[in-house]
């Protein structure tokens, strides 16, 4: 998910796509191998570590109520251990119903945190500020933990990365459903400014191993022999990323359902063009209602508005770089299912094309007025024209 939630598919699709392969070989190059390796002595200063994953620090951190619901909240000065915490959570005596765990890290703080982060009844798990360390440690293990997690969220984290071992595992094992799926159970998930840290190495990957580990695993996520049922998200977001693999949105939906995806928020990703699962969102998300795409580098964009009742779907392409629209755009408004896009802080380019722009945004303020600010898109070019309402602009002579 969020990945494809097929998290893990898609994470290491994202490290290995070309992109991030480029950046990984500059990455570790020699110079770039010492500072690094710096940082990673500073995130793990061996003789001041002040260690919270003692038993008595969990009882302190996490209050307790009648009903045997545990909520955990964490502050990491150094380092921390998920699995000492699962350990503590199966040794609770009594009643032990549902667990929230909120980690905040202060700058250098490391977590060892394996994916999926399975535990004895974890019903919300929020990690901020953190150095993830151990992430891929669980990767096609079995678990006696099932899916519990209702409410993920991963924020201003870096995922701390062996590349040659990544691709090592990318090349020799099986994917498997319980680390490719996740927790199946999430009802709202979010990804957001999500980075990999890579420990140094004196052997960096060459780009045919890169693009070698690229292409298996692209395979095996086209022929996996499961389908990853997210059958309770209702909200998605993945955000601030700047290594998005060229085949993302296929891993995300090949082998995935999102029967009640209602919120999509795939801002801040250098996006530069528009996928044909978002273009086709009703295939794959039929019961979308907003998708975010803004702050990306979307050029040109074309949706489908099928034959399907919803009261609207609303699309943010705000801050994108479009300079002009589909001919058929007011269309988008006469379907069972109103289409209302935010256009706001394009390079709208105001020749006699603009005309169906124009005549969508005076649509807009007479069928959704709710949502009339949106008419207040502006040219950007021609200079005679800049700064003017596209929707006041004078066309007769067109």
């Not at 490290?15 to 710096?38: D, Q």
């Not at 020799?172 to 799926?181: A, I, R, W």
């Given at each position: 998910?969020?990945?494809?939630?097929?998290?893990?598919?898609t994470?290491?699709?994202?490290?290995?796509?070309?992109r991030?392969?480029?950046?990984?070989?500059?990455?570790?190059?020699?110079?770039?191998?010492?500072?690094?390796?710096?940082?990673?002595?500073?995130?793990f200063?061996?003789?001041?570590?002040?260690?919270?994953?003692?038993?008595?620090?969990?009882?302190?951190s996490?209050?307790?109520?009648?009903?045997?619901?545990?909520?955990?909240?964490?502050?990491?000065?150094?380092?921390?251990?998920f699995?000492?915490?699962?350990?503590?959570?199966?040794?609770?005596?009594?009643?032990?119903?549902?667990?929230?765990?909120?980690?905040?890290?202060l700058?250098?703080?490391?977590?060892?945190l394996?994916?999926?982060?399975?535990?004895?009844?974890?019903?919300?798990?929020?990690?901020?500020?953190?150095?993830?360390?151990?992430?891929?440690?669980?990767?096609?293990?079995?678990?006696?933990?099932?899916?519990?997690?209702?409410?993920?969220?991963?924020?201003?984290?870096?995922?701390?990365?062996?590349?040659?071992?990544?691709?090592?595992?990318?090349?020799?094992?099986?994917?498997?459903?319980?680390?490719?799926?996740?927790?199946?159970?999430?009802?709202?998930?979010?990804?957001?400014?999500?980075?990999?840290?890579?420990?140094?190495?004196?052997?960096?990957p060459?780009?045919?191993?890169?693009?070698?580990?690229?292409?298996?695993?692209a395979?095996?996520?086209?022929?996996?022999?499961?389908?990853?049922?997210?059958?309770?998200?209702?909200?998605?977001?993945?955000?601030?990323?700047?290594s998005?693999?060229?085949?993302?949105?296929?891993?995300?939906?090949?082998?995935?359902?999102?029967?009640?995806?209602k919120?999509?928020?795939?801002?801040?990703?250098?996006?530069p063009?528009?996928?044909?699962?978002l273009?086709?969102?009703?295939?794959?998300?039929?019961?979308?209602?907003?998708?975010?795409?803004?702050?990306?580098?979307?050029?040109?964009?074309?949706?489908?508005?099928?034959?399907v009742?919803?009261e609207?779907?609303?699309?943010?392409?705000?801050?994108?770089?479009?300079?002009?629209?589909?001919?058929d755009?007011?269309?988008?408004?006469?379907?069972?299912?109103?289409?209302?896009?935010?256009?706001?802080?394009?390079?709208?380019?105001?020749?006699?094309?603009?005309?169906a722009?124009?005549?969508?945004?005076?649509?807009?303020?007479?069928?959704?007025?709710?949502?009339?600010?949106?008419?207040n898109?502006?040219?950007?070019?021609?200079?005679?024209?800049?700064?003017?309402?596209?929707?006041?602009?004078?066309?007769?002579?067109?």
């Amino acid at each position: 998910m969020v990945e494809n939630i097929s998290v893990i598919s898609t994470q290491l699709l994202d490290i290995i796509s070309y992109r991030a392969a480029e950046n990984i070989t500059k990455m570790l190059s020699r110079h770039c191998i010492l500072a690094v390796f710096a940082a990673v002595i500073i995130n793990f200063g061996a003789c001041k570590c002040f260690v919270i994953d003692s038993e008595s620090e969990f009882e302190k951190s996490c209050s307790s109520d009648s009903m045997g619901n545990r909520n955990c909240s964490i502050v990491v000065p150094n380092n921390w251990n998920f699995l000492k915490f699962r350990r503590w959570l199966e040794k609770l005596n009594g009643n032990v119903k549902d667990v929230r765990l909120d980690l905040t890290c202060l700058d250098g703080g490391t977590v060892f945190l394996p994916w999926p982060f399975r535990a004895r009844n974890l019903r919300k798990i929020r990690v901020k500020n953190c150095l993830i360390d151990g992430y891929y440690s669980e990767y096609n293990t079995k678990t006696k933990y099932t899916n519990t997690v209702r409410d993920m969220a991963l924020i201003d984290v870096s995922i701390l990365t062996d590349i040659n071992q990544l691709i090592e595992m990318n090349l020799n094992d099986p994917l498997e459903k319980s680390s490719t799926c996740g927790q199946e159970t999430n009802v709202r998930f979010i990804q957001r400014n999500v980075s990999f840290h890579f420990v140094p190495t004196k052997s960096p990957p060459s780009l045919h191993r890169l693009q070698d580990g690229f292409d298996t695993l692209a395979e095996k996520s086209k022929t996996q022999p499961f389908t990853c049922h997210f059958e309770d998200l209702l909200f998605l977001e993945h955000t601030g990323s700047k290594s998005i693999s060229r085949i993302h949105f296929d891993t995300m939906t090949d082998h995935s359902v999102y029967p009640k995806l209602k919120v999509f928020n795939f801002s801040s990703n250098y996006l530069p063009d528009l996928p044909r699962q978002l273009e086709q969102w009703w295939k794959f998300f039929p019961s979308l209602r907003f998708l975010d795409l803004s702050n990306n580098e979307i050029r040109s964009f074309s949706f489908d508005h099928p034959d399907v009742s919803q009261e609207y779907l609303y699309i943010s392409l705000a801050n994108n770089n479009i300079t002009s629209v589909p001919q058929d755009l007011f269309s988008y408004l006469s379907g069972k299912t109103p289409i209302i896009i935010n256009l706001l802080g394009n390079p709208i380019h105001c020749d006699c094309r603009v005309s169906a722009l124009s005549q969508y945004l005076r649509g807009l303020r007479i069928i959704a007025p709710h949502f009339k600010d949106l008419s207040n898109v502006q040219c950007h070019s021609p200079s005679n024209l800049a700064g003017r309402k596209v929707r006041t602009v004078n066309l007769q002579s067109c």
